[in-house]
């Protein structure tokens, strides 16, 4: 604002008295900003075993960093949850946090999310458009099951990581950005470095720091309390119920324990969860199913399980997945870990 003199003493003063109110509001929302923060939970993670308290203190020591964090853990245990609350935790918590999922994405489209492309690019390509790291800038790019990344597209990626520069897809002029990288995945990065899959420089590039997340089966005493809060206030689940859930080992994990509630909550009467509400699987576990095997393990226990899921839908993943509650793509990767090889179904089983 600016006054033309000569002008009106009161002028001055109805002057100055706004600029002072637009100081104080400005002032005030920062401090209802702050109250804010401090109210709502430090992240959404829900646990208070060792395991989960050893992941919390890795957050708290590593989150201000800016050094590329790797997180590795089975499907569902959270990895996402612990890459925002990582950004939440740094300097860049008031920048964006952008997630992008390799497995669903082929390494073309890969590229033209990650990089962006121009106009004319490839056929489709009617404008430009950024990618994820332009979007990102300033901010931390979390990319999930970076294990499933295409060859090509690792190099590109380790490009961008050591100096920071890329190029748009179909574009000659080079960029810079200042992103922080998460990345995550349920595969073991060092055996697929071995094996030829990985590229070893860009495994110790994202591997800084890795953070190991437990199973939700190893997270001794939490599964009442995510039991709890996945339900709501107004819901209650009975002893003999809540038991059983916890007998049961849990291949999807967290995600699968979701899944279980919100299934359990669409059957019950009223706000009760009784057994008869739960999973066949979990509420009557086959008398067949062996508690653990030889070796003792509990991998074991889960590489048998799905062996027996499969048996009983006749190697149909679709139905072996959901009788397991998690999604056929978790399903495949569990094949994948355990090594499980499947036939097709009219082969393993004849007809009736």
Same mark, same amino acid.
Request: glycine share 6%; hydrophobic share 40%; charged share 30%.
């Given at each position: ?103 669903? !994405?082929? $390494? ?5 999310? @990650? #990089?962006?492309? %121009?106009? +004319?690019?490839?056929? *489709?390509?009617?404008? /430009?458009?950024?990618? !994820?790291? $332009? ?5 931390? @790019? #979390?990319?999930? %099951?970076? +294990?499933?990344?295409? *060859?090509?597209?690792? /190099? ?197």
């Amino acid at each position: 604002d600016y006054l033309t003199k000569p002008f009106p003493l009161a002028e001055l003063e109805l002057l100055i008295q706004k600029a002072y109110e637009r100081r104080q509001l400005g002032k005030e929302n920062r401090q209802l900003r702050a109250l804010l923060e401090r109210s709502q939970p430090k992240w959404n993670l829900i646990g208070e075993s060792a395991a989960m308290r050893e992941v919390y203190r890795l957050i708290e020591r590593a989150g201000p960093s800016d050094k590329a964090i790797l997180i590795c853990g089975e499907s569902g245990t959270g990895k996402e949850l612990v890459a925002r609350a990582l950004h939440k935790n740094s300097s860049r918590a008031h920048k964006p946090l952008v997630a992008i999922n390799c497995t669903a !994405l082929s $390494e073309s489209l890969l590229e033209s999310e @990650l #990089f962006g492309h %121009e106009k +004319g690019a490839f056929t *489709g390509a009617s404008a /430009a458009k950024p990618g !994820l790291f $332009e979007i990102a800038d300033g901010g931390t @790019l #979390f990319i999930d %099951e970076i +294990g499933d990344m295409p *060859g090509l597209m690792q /190099a590109k990626l380790l490009r961008v990581l050591e100096d920071g520069s890329f190029r748009r897809v179909g574009s000659h002029q080079e960029r810079r950005v200042n992103v922080r990288v998460i990345s995550a995945t349920h595969r073991d990065l060092a055996e697929e470095v071995r094996q030829g899959r990985f590229r070893d420089d860009l495994y110790y590039r994202i591997n800084v720091m890795s953070i190991d997340l437990p199973p939700l089966r190893e997270r001794t005493g939490d599964l009442p309390l995510l039991i709890s809060h996945f339900l709501g206030p107004d819901w209650k689940i009975e002893k003999d119920a809540l038991e059983r859930m916890e007998r049961y080992h849990w291949p999807g994990n967290v995600r699968q324990l979701i899944n279980v509630i919100e299934r359990a909550k669409i059957l019950a009467d009223g706000h009760v969860i009784t057994k008869d509400d739960l999973p066949a699987e979990i509420a009557k576990p086959s008398v067949h199913q062996p508690a653990v095997d030889m070796d003792g393990t509990l991998a074991a226990l889960e590489r048998a399980r799905i062996i027996e899921a499969l048996d009983q839908a006749r190697g149909n993943k679709t139905r072996a997945a959901q009788a397991l509650g998690i999604t056929r793509r978790s399903l495949y990767r569990l094949l994948d870990k355990y090594n499980i090889r499947t036939e097709p179904a009219e082969s393993r089983f004849p007809p009736a």
